[in-house]
């Protein structure tokens, strides 16, 4: 099922089978535990469990092929809501052997460009390893941007928005154009498309792109593959982990993306159902997912 049993879950079993009277035990049951109850037959729920039960044996499961935020968080989120959830990861990353240490500083660039989350992690490694070099640094997403300003990297574009853009296309609209050399590093998944580098060679910025990793399949267990046919609502965040679900299960169900780049990618894959989250952070994506069960 949706659940992960822990020892706790089992001792509430037991005590609601083997202890004759109510039990008043002050901690809230889980909802792994309150499930097994449920399919045993046992009687002994607190008041108003067997309804939190029945609710969520109602609710259609939602499948999460993407990790975006942390393995459990998103799950988690909607666990609150009374949702049930399986993690069904799609993709993986592999890192390739570009040596970007010695590129950040054989050359001025005028920025580095990063537009996702795992580039921005191969590239703060590399800048360490570089003696952190003084290079503006540019960055599409919330998510992207966090990973650089935990490093202590004040991103110079956008400079002062309360929210970087979600897409590449809103940054780039942004940018000034060249100041300086107008050489921009581009690091990204190997199976990226060009649209970034042509956009930014139309704003007259010379880019030199370095592909720093690639995405890999995931392999599916039986039990997988079920949960993510008898779903209802996938919720998507990149376009490899989208075209690997299409592959692999269809595009029937809703999806619910994480920025309009995984919107965009899921209209063009022929999801008939597509909505985005409100807010760039995970508690927007999981608000947008209840709204999608609820419509």
Known sequence: GAFAVTARDISDVMIAHFVNKRVHCKRRRSPAAM?????????????GEKEEVQRREQVKCVALPDMIGGKGQLANLLDSKGIISREIPCIAFERNKAPLSQILTQEEWEMVFISAPEAATIVLSAWCEAAKPDIPFACVGEKTRNILLDAGI???????????????????????????????????????????????????????????????????????????????????????????????????????????????ACTRAGFASVSVSASPDIQGWADAIEDALNG
Not at 38 to 45: I, L, Q, T
Not at 158 to 178: A, Q, V
């Open 154 to 264: 004040a991103t110079a574009y956008p400079p002062s928005f309360s929210h970087p853009p979600s897409s590449g296309k809103e940054l780039i609209s942004r940018l000034p154009g060249p100041q300086t050399s107008g050489r921009v590093l581009l690091p990204v998944s190997a199976r990226a498309r060009g649209d970034t580098e042509d956009r930014l060679r139309a704003r007259g910025y010379s880019v030199e792109r370095i592909d720093t990793y690639d995405t890999v399949a995931v392999a599916w267990t039986k039990e997988d593959s079920d949960a993510a046919a008898a779903s209802t609502v996938v919720a998507l965040a990149s376009p490899s982990a989208i075209e690997e679900w299409v592959r692999r299960v269809g595009n029937d169900q809703r999806a619910v993306c994480f920025g309009g780049r995984s919107a965009d």
């Open 35 to 47: 499930h097994i109850l449920a399919c045993s037959g046992a009687h002994n729920f607190r008041e």
